[in-house]
């Protein structure tokens, strides 16, 4: 579908209020089996999923100024302030505005508040970067990177068929975690990995870990991971309710995501 842009978001930003009338739990089981996570509440990574479709319903407003393919995602951070009832409708507002940034890079920000019967249940913030061009500057320092000593680590591998399969759950089919080709015309190597992907396994090994629910994540996504290698997941073994991780990529060491969580 074509759509009229505009060359700027308002001075006021944009708004968008909507309802979830039911949360589908079948799907949330079945998010849970993709992540191997053996909990039985609503993670707070699945409602990420939820919190995007009201991005993209403002990402589609004719007064939202950029084209939503090739989008990146920087950072997130999400929080679980009361606890979800199934069976209740889950009122949403959403919300975008500008990020002013001193390397002029153009960034969008967009905020998510999730309640029930007038709790807050979940926040999500969430910043996207405009790309410039078709190509992209090397993030950061280029020498080896390494964890504390204080964390616990393990392996993952993200295989090449990684982009669909978490696509299809999370119905996040950015072209530049689907196609190699279309990665390219956005000036990644290749496909990459979802980022929310890497943070939803991520929540699940702290969980497991720890033996806590988590009740806070948040993330920047420093590099992109491309599909077809490995990287090593890391997070702070001596903390009990907080504490800080990161996914290194494994062949070069740098750091790919790093960010922090908390539990109860």
Not at 140 to 162: A, M
Not at 173 to 195: E, M, Q, T, V
Not at 239 to 261: E, H
């Amino acid at each position: 579908m074509w759509r009229k842009q505009a060359s700027a978001l308002p001075d006021s930003g944009l708004v968008g209020h909507f309802e979830i009338k039911n949360i589908d739990m079948a799907h949330v089981a079945k998010y849970r089996r993709f992540f191997d996570d053996r909990g039985q509440q609503v993670p707070l990574t699945y409602f990420y999923l939820l919190a995007q479709r009201a991005q993209i319903a403002l990402m589609l407003d004719g007064r939202f100024p950029h084209p939503i393919p090739g989008l990146i995602h920087v950072s997130n951070k999400m929080r679980f302030h009361d606890v979800f009832q199934e069976g209740l409708p889950l009122e949403v507002e959403v919300s975008v505005s500008p990020v002013l940034r001193a390397d002029d890079a153009k960034s969008v920000a967009f905020s998510v508040e999730m309640s029930q019967s007038g709790r807050r249940i979940v926040s999500c913030l969430s910043e996207y970067r405009v790309p410039r061009s078709n190509r992209r500057k090397p993030a950061g320092e280029t020498r080896p990177e390494n964890f504390p000593e204080t964390f616990l680590q393990e392996g993952w591998t993200f295989d090449k068929s990684l982009g669909r399969r978490y696509a299809m759950i999370s119905s996040d089919f950015n072209p530049i975690h689907l196609s190699s080709l279309l990665a390219r015309a956005f000036g990644f190597k290749s496909a990459i990995a979802h980022g929310m992907y890497s943070i939803g396994r991520a929540a699940v090994s702290i969980e497991h870990r720890t033996g806590r629910p988590l009740i806070e994540i948040s993330a920047h996504f420093r590099r992109p991971i491309l599909l077809g290698t490995e990287a090593i997941f890391g997070f702070e073994s001596t903390a009990t309710t907080q504490g800080d991780f990161g996914v290194m990529l494994a062949p070069d060491r740098q750091l790919a995501i790093n960010g922090s969580w908390s539990v109860c």
